[in-house]
T-cell receptor, first 117, second 116 residues
Framework: KQEVTQIPAALSVPEGENLVLNCSFT??????LQWFRQDPGKGLTSLLL?????REQTSGRLNASLDKSSGRSTLYIAASQPGDSATYLC????????????????FGKGTTLSVSS | ETGVTQTPRHLVMGMTNKKSLKCEQH?????MYWYKQSAKKPLELMFV???????ENNSVPSRFSPECPNSSHLFLHLHTLQPEDSALYLC???????????????FGNGTRLTVT
């Protein structure tokens, strides 16, 4: 059974610091891995999607890497800002399911990031 | 107009009430989803629709009844809920339910449901 773990559960950093959020998954049979951001009381915003054949994706100050064989992904945030404060979730789309329908994304519990000015 | 719109944003209901949550997507997507987010737990997939056809029901109690009248609208009808059903209910859409197409999910802001 696929499980997704995110460590740490919470992280506090001063503004300007570079930081790394970690995500691990137990089954390497995945189609893709996605990183989302969730602000308090809001829905999820898709940040990056890495296909299983890719090693990394970049968007602005964000860089996500994927090591499928070891079941790990990292989200690197450069020069953090107070506006980056949010909960970051990763989710995998498992490819070992028999049924085709439904993305059936498996989510981690998230890392809550606080960036102080 | 944002991509995925959910109403209401907040809902308080008694255990004997009947209410409905509404979701509308303006992205031209073919797939729509209901997720439940409870405190300290990962998001749980509830239902999946592809082109108005339900393609997945993730062992959800019958007190939750989804409806998808067209590919842009999705409802979640609620009746005789329990206090443990209090949670944030999130609607999402994607271009395709087929995970091989690697379509990212787009979420609404959710409905915060409190069952008293």
């Amino acid at each position: 059974k696929q499980e997704v773990t995110q460590i740490p559960a919470a992280l506090s950093v001063p503004e300007g610091e570079n930081l790394v959020l970690n995500c691990s998954f137990t089954d390497s049979a995945i189609y893709n891995l996605q990183w989302f951001r969730q602000d308090p009381g809001k829905g999820l915003t898709s940040l990056l999607l890495i296909q299983s054949s890719q090693r990394e994706q970049t968007s602005g100050r964000l860089n996500a890497s994927l090591d499928k064989s070891s079941g790990r992904s990292t989200l690197y945030i450069a020069a953090s800002q107070p506006g980056d404060s949010a909960t970051y979730l990763c989710a995998v789309s498992p490819s070992s399911l028999e049924k085709q329908a439904g993305t059936a994304l498996i989510f981690g519990k998230g890392t809550t990031l606080s960036v102080s000015s | 107009e944002t991509g995925v719109t959910q109403t209401p944003r907040h809902l308080v209901m008694g255990m004997t009430n009947k209410k409905s949550l509404k979701c509308e997507q303006h992205l031209g997507h073919n797939a729509m989803y209901w997720y439940k987010q409870s405190a300290k737990k990962p998001l749980e997939l509830m239902f999946v629709y592809s082109l108005e056809e339900r393609v997945e029901n993730n062992s959800v109690p019958s007190r939750f009844s989804p409806e998808c009248p067209n590919s842009s609208h999705l409802f979640l009808h609620l009746h005789t809920l329990q206090p443990e059903d209090s949670a944030l209910y999130l609607c999402a859409s994607s271009g395709s339910v087929n995970p091989q197409y690697n379509s990212p999910l787009h979420f609404g802001n959710g409905t915060r449901l409190t069952v008293t």
